[in-house]
């Protein structure tokens, strides 16, 4: 195996009762939510951030895999985090927050109630777009790779651990996958946290609304985030991600999981320049 580029290591630390697993986004690895981790680690939360298969090493390993593998990893951690925890959160950013969508999509309530208590999405991913969606099937036989998108971070001095290749073969899985996704959305039905950029040159605005127009939830609450590219976990607002998930996470955990729906929240931005 490839030895991991240093920063791109997974992330674990336990803590209290209360789980919360984080998801990285496709070409990404745990760099980019590490803060984010740390900090509701640092609430004294138990929490995992796993490095998510063919990533943060080289490009050429992510060819090898495939969504399936994306999902289990992360459904693995849910699982080993529900044997430690009384209840788990699944929080992500981009693609990420689409394995957050399907894992709250597959695990509803059993015995011990909901396998996970509530999501939080920051810039979530479900669409691949559509001119290259049409080219991908095929191109993908043709080239290996084409141009990564990483750094899309309006903070200065900020780096994001990421691929600058993307080989085309996971592009097809990706693809793949945000179709699985989106036909599942109507079975989420956990409170849902969506923070999304107003600015965002990877992730259309659009993807936010189909998530939000979708999910079956009735306690819903989007943020919009002023000053913040794609990667809001690395940028000027990723204090904002950070309390609004503790106090997220905070507010559900007061209330028992059979209370009722609470009434949705829309629109709530963040506002000012620094």
Not at 102 to 127: E, F, K, M, T
């Amino acid at each position: 195996m490839p030895p991991i580029l240093p920063g791109a290591e997974p992330f674990r630390r336990d803590g209290s009762a209360t789980g919360v697993l984080l998801c990285h986004g496709f070409t990404g690895s745990p760099q980019s939510l590490r803060p984010w981790a740390e900090d509701l680690a640092d609430a004294g939360l138990t929490v995992s951030l796993p490095l998510l298969p063919g990533h943060g090493t080289r490009w050429e390993d992510l060819a090898m895999t495939g969504w399936e593998d994306w999902y289990a990893t992360v459904d693995r951690e849910l699982r080993l985090l529900r044997e430690r925890c009384e209840q788990v959160f699944v929080c992500g950013l981009s693609m990420g927050g689409a394995l957050a969508l399907r894992l709250a999509a597959l695990h509803g309530a059993d015995g011990r109630g909901a396998p996970v208590r509530g999501v939080v999405v920051v810039n979530p991913a479900v669409s691949f777009p559509r001119v290259q969606g049409y080219a991908v099937p095929l191109g993908r036989f043709l080239v290996r790779s084409v141009r990564g998108i990483t750094d899309d971070i309006a903070k200065e001095g900020r780096h994001e651990l990421g691929y600058d290749r993307v080989p085309t073969r996971a592009a097809y899985a990706l693809r793949s996958f945000f179709r699985v996704v989106r036909h599942d959305l109507p079975k989420v039905t956990q409170p849902l946290l969506l923070l999304r950029s107003r600015t965002d040159h990877v992730v259309p605005s659009s993807d936010a609304e189909l998530v939000l127009g979708r999910v079956s939830s009735t306690d819903v609450t989007e943020t919009v985030l002023e000053r913040s590219f794609h990667v809001a976990t690395l940028d000027h607002d990723a204090e904002r991600v950070f309390a609004d998930t503790r106090g997220f996470i905070e507010r559900l955990g007061r209330r028992p999981s059979a209370a009722g729906p609470v009434p949705v929240t829309r629109g709530a931005q963040l506002r000012g320049r620094a």
